[in-house]
Nanobody, 116 residues
Framework: QVQIVESGGGLVQPGGSLRLSCTAS????????MGWFRQAPGKQRELVAR???????HYADSVKGRFTISRDNAKNTVYLQMNRLKLEDTAVYYC??????????WGQGTQVTVSS
């Protein structure tokens, strides 16, 4: 069993910042990559950023240069620092933890709303 807990979502004005966090607990052996996805109303869920256990990162073009993903392996936690937020960043953000045995494990989602 792996439990994913996300936090940090909220309401922010355009240009503002938020930091999301995601902590995995339980059977964490077998976790190598952690990432963030998001799903806006009426749109498909899309990859925002991911990070390997070694720290290699990948970002969607839409967030490159504005978002930063990082992780603390000792705490089994991944973070997403979101800066210069735009209206189109509004979405439910989900932490994704592929597990070698369990497959993809998802958090419950945290709402990020960017509005003036």
């Amino acid at each position: 069993q792996v439990q994913i807990v996300e936090s940090g979502g909220g309401l922010v004005q355009p240009g503002g910042s938020l930091r999301l966090s995601c902590t995995a607990s339980g059977s964490i052996v077998g976790i190598y990559t952690m990432g963030w996805f998001r799903q806006a109303p009426g749109k498909q869920r899309e990859l925002v950023a991911r990070i390997s256990s070694a720290g290699s990162t990948h970002y969607a073009d839409s967030v490159k240069g504005r978002f930063t993903i990082s992780r603390d392996n000792a705490k089994n936690t991944v973070y997403l620092q979101m800066n210069r937020l735009k209206l189109e960043d509004t979405a439910v953000y989900y932490c994704n933890v592929p597990h070698i045995i369990l497959g993809d494990v998802w958090g419950q989602g945290t709402q990020v709303t960017v509005s003036s």
